[in-house]
């Protein structure tokens, strides 16, 4: 077990770069941040030279690999740390120099049990990519057969072991503190953390999560995952087909092939629902860089390290949100939340749903250039706080995908309606799922009311769904020893030696603990 002493350390030494990035100040001053550590930013900024500007993707950068990709999470919870930082988290680029190449050898060849020259033809020393986990060489096998080679980085494992026990022992202090900061239940995010890591640092789930995938997307015509070659592949290396086509992020090189833009951002949008509604798993790290277009204009994705899951209850309660905010039956909204204990009953639905209508009725109509799925989540978070809504971490890698699909959409169209692009089609996938009671909406005219008198189709259904809450049962958290316990063992000379390592450390270390909401 690591020691508490190592843990005040660690957060010593992150939390003085996140100073010299300026990246303490702002959290310092957000509303959510609890007051004992507003005291300790205070300190970890003494002595420090700060940027005018806060850039915190910068300094999750200079913290190593773990940072970045607990960064990539904390992008989606403006309510944590602030819609600045998490703005600015947005950006953050998930790379680092790449390793050496006699070190990926070694790594490749003791993972697979044989000579390189076994396996590939050729490989390529220089890698197509190097990102805080893995990196890729591209590489034809014996057979003659062009392939990417998906390499762990030597002792990341290891690393990222270590540091998410710190981010734990952090956030268990943190929520001990109570008030904001146990509402927003640290840990729980943290243990959602490491379980997301601990699947992306397995190269089998990866290939496993491509396949199931491939799956579902079997006949979505133009959308493509790459095949895997398992004889070539295991926890530490992934060998995959080859992807010849333009990124999706190269939007001149797409119009001088030819491509219709608007067309590639309707189908993107359209294969994300069939993901998240239709098959319930869904590509949750599609960021620019991971979707390519061939020349026939199929979407070809890649890494599926991050894959989200949601069961078919909360599929169609998705669904109902998503209507009701876009067609102004917040009441409906309300009773989905309610039904799905997400707001405790002690509130009133009716005070919730007004809300609701708060946040939905400026962006209902408007087009993606004047509204945008990330300020609707920004201003459905900003309501969590006065109905006292604990933190749904199984939504988060849906939200954090909805804002990816969202900007890339954006930027192959900027005149695209997000919500006229998906109502048609989560409409058909309701009906569809209902079976011979849509016929009731068929006989309904207007698109309105057949908007309206879906939900009392779907509530037929519930009998047939699991009755239980939206939720699934939360994952256990770590059982992290707290310093304000372990002093009551203590001799008090020990314990007094321990505070001065924590007064000199705390300051900067908690500065640290933002990060672990």
Same mark, same amino acid.
């Given at each position: 077990?690591?020691?508490?002493?190592?843990?005040?350390?660690?957060?010593? *030494?992150?939390?003085?770069?996140?100073?010299?990035?300026?990246?303490?100040?702002?959290?310092? =001053?957000?509303?959510?941040?609890?007051?004992?550590?507003?005291?300790?930013?205070?300190?970890?900024?003494?002595?420090?030279?700060?940027?005018?500007?806060?850039?915190?993707?910068?300094?999750?950068?200079?913290?190593?690999?773990?940072?970045?990709?607990?960064?990539?999470?904390?992008?989606?919870?403006?309510?944590?740390?602030?819609?600045?930082?998490?703005?600015?988290?947005? =950006?953050?680029?998930?790379?680092?120099?790449?390793?050496?190449?006699?070190?990926?050898?070694?790594?490749?060849?003791?993972?697979?049990?044989?000579?390189?020259?076994?396996?590939?033809?050729?490989?390529?020393?220089?890698?197509?990519?190097?990102?805080?986990?893995?990196?890729?060489?591209?590489?034809?096998?014996?057979?003659?057969?062009?392939?990417?080679?998906?390499?762990?980085?030597?002792?990341?494992?290891?690393?990222?072991?270590?540091?998410?026990?710190?981010?734990?022992?952090?956030?268990?202090?943190?929520?001990?503190? /109570?008030?904001?900061?146990?509402?927003?239940?640290?840990?729980?995010?943290?243990?959602?953390?490491?379980?997301?890591?601990?699947?992306?640092?397995?190269?089998?789930?990866?290939?496993?999560?491509?396949?199931?995938?491939?799956?579902?997307?079997?006949?979505?015509?133009?959308?493509?995952?790459?095949?895997?070659?398992?004889?070539?592949?295991?926890?530490?290396?992934?060998?995959?087909?080859?992807?010849?086509?333009?990124?999706?992020?190269?939007?001149?090189?797409?119009?001088?092939?030819?491509?219709?833009?608007?067309?590639?951002?309707?189908?993107?949008?359209?294969?994300?629902?069939? $993901?998240?509604?239709?098959?319930?798993?869904?590509?949750?790290?599609?960021?620019?860089?991971?979707?390519?277009?061939?020349?026939?204009?199929?979407?070809?994705?890649?890494?599926?390290?991050?894959?989200?899951?949601?069961?078919?209850?909360?599929?169609?309660?998705?669904?109902?949100?998503?209507?009701?905010?876009?067609?102004?039956?917040?009441?409906?909204?309300?009773?989905?939340?309610?039904?799905?204990?997400?707001?405790?009953?002690?509130?009133?639905?009716?005070?919730?749903?007004?809300?609701?209508?708060?946040?939905?009725?400026?962006?209902?109509? =408007?087009?993606?250039?004047?509204?945008?799925?990330?300020?609707?989540?920004?201003?459905?978070?900003?309501?969590?706080?006065?109905?006292?809504?604990?933190?749904?971490?199984?939504?988060?890698?849906?939200?954090?995908?909805?804002?990816?699909?969202?900007?890339?959409?954006?930027?192959?169209?900027?005149?695209?309606?997000?919500?006229?692009?998906?109502?048609?089609?989560?409409?058909?996938?309701?009906?569809?799922?209902?079976?011979?009671?849509?016929?009731?909406?068929?006989?309904?005219?207007?698109?309105?009311?057949?908007?309206?008198?879906?939900?009392?189709?779907? *509530?037929?259904?519930?009998? $047939?769904?699991?009755?239980?809450?939206?939720?699934?049962?939360?994952?256990?958290?770590?059982?992290?020893?707290?310093?304000?316990?372990? *002093?009551?063992?203590?001799?008090? /000379?020990?314990?007094?030696?321990?505070?001065?390592?924590?007064?000199?450390?705390?300051?900067?270390?908690?500065?640290?603990?933002?990060?672990?909401?």
């Amino acid at each position: 077990m690591t020691s508490a002493r190592t843990h005040i350390f660690r957060l010593l *030494r992150w939390g003085r770069t996140l100073a010299r990035h300026g990246a303490l100040r702002d959290i310092e =001053k957000h509303k959510a941040t609890p007051p004992q550590v507003r005291r300790l930013f205070r300190l970890a900024r003494l002595g420090t030279i700060q940027p005018k500007e806060p850039n915190y993707s910068a300094a999750l950068q200079a913290i190593g690999p773990a940072a970045i990709k607990l960064g990539q999470t904390l992008a989606t919870r403006p309510d944590i740390i602030g819609e600045e930082a998490a703005r600015d988290l947005l =950006k953050l680029q998930d790379s680092l120099p790449p390793v050496r190449f006699d070190k990926i050898r070694d790594e490749i060849e003791l993972s697979l049990g044989k000579p390189l020259d076994e396996l590939y033809s050729h490989i390529d020393p220089e890698p197509v990519g190097a990102a805080s986990i893995a990196q890729v060489h591209r590489a034809t096998t014996i057979e003659g057969k062009d392939v990417a080679v998906k390499v762990l980085r030597p002792g990341i494992i290891k690393k990222f072991g270590e540091d998410i026990d710190t981010y734990e022992w952090a956030a268990a202090h943190l929520e001990a503190m /109570g008030g904001e900061a146990k509402r927003l239940r640290p840990q729980l995010v943290i243990a959602n953390f490491r379980r997301w890591t601990m699947r992306e640092l397995d190269l089998r789930r990866e290939a496993a999560s491509a396949s199931e995938l491939a799956e579902h997307m079997a006949n979505v015509e133009q959308y493509e995952i790459p095949a895997i070659d398992w004889d070539r592949t295991s926890g530490r290396v992934l060998t995959l087909d080859w992807v010849d086509g333009v990124k999706i992020s190269r939007r001149e090189d797409l119009i001088a092939a030819g491509h219709d833009l608007n067309e590639l951002a309707n189908r993107l949008v359209h294969t994300f629902l069939k $993901q998240a509604i239709e098959a319930g798993y869904f590509h949750a790290d599609m960021h620019q860089g991971n979707l390519f277009v061939k020349p026939d204009g199929t979407i070809v994705a890649i890494d599926f390290g991050i894959m989200g899951r949601i069961n078919k209850k909360a599929r169609f309660w998705l669904a109902e949100i998503l209507y009701g905010l876009t067609t102004g039956n917040y009441k409906r909204v309300a009773e989905i939340h309610f039904e799905a204990q997400y707001v405790p009953d002690h509130h009133s639905m009716e005070d919730f749903a007004t809300a609701l209508r708060a946040v939905g009725e400026p962006m209902r109509g =408007k087009p993606v250039s004047e509204l945008s799925v990330g300020d609707m989540l920004d201003g459905l978070f900003a309501i969590t706080r006065d109905f006292d809504m604990e933190t749904q971490p199984h939504l988060l890698l849906l939200q954090k995908t909805m804002v990816m699909v969202e900007g890339i959409a954006t930027d192959l169209n900027p005149g695209i309606n997000m919500w006229d692009t998906s109502g048609p089609y989560v409409k058909e996938w309701i009906r569809g799922e209902l079976g011979p009671e849509a016929a009731i909406a068929d006989r309904i005219n207007s698109d309105v009311d057949t908007l309206l008198m879906l939900p009392d189709i779907v *509530r037929r259904l519930d009998e $047939q769904l699991p009755r239980k809450g939206g939720a699934p049962p939360a994952l256990p958290v770590a059982d992290v020893e707290l310093i304000w316990d372990r *002093r009551k063992t203590r001799s008090g /000379g020990g314990f007094w030696r321990y505070v001065l390592v924590a007064l000199i450390a705390g300051g900067a270390g908690a500065g640290a603990m933002f990060l672990w909401g």
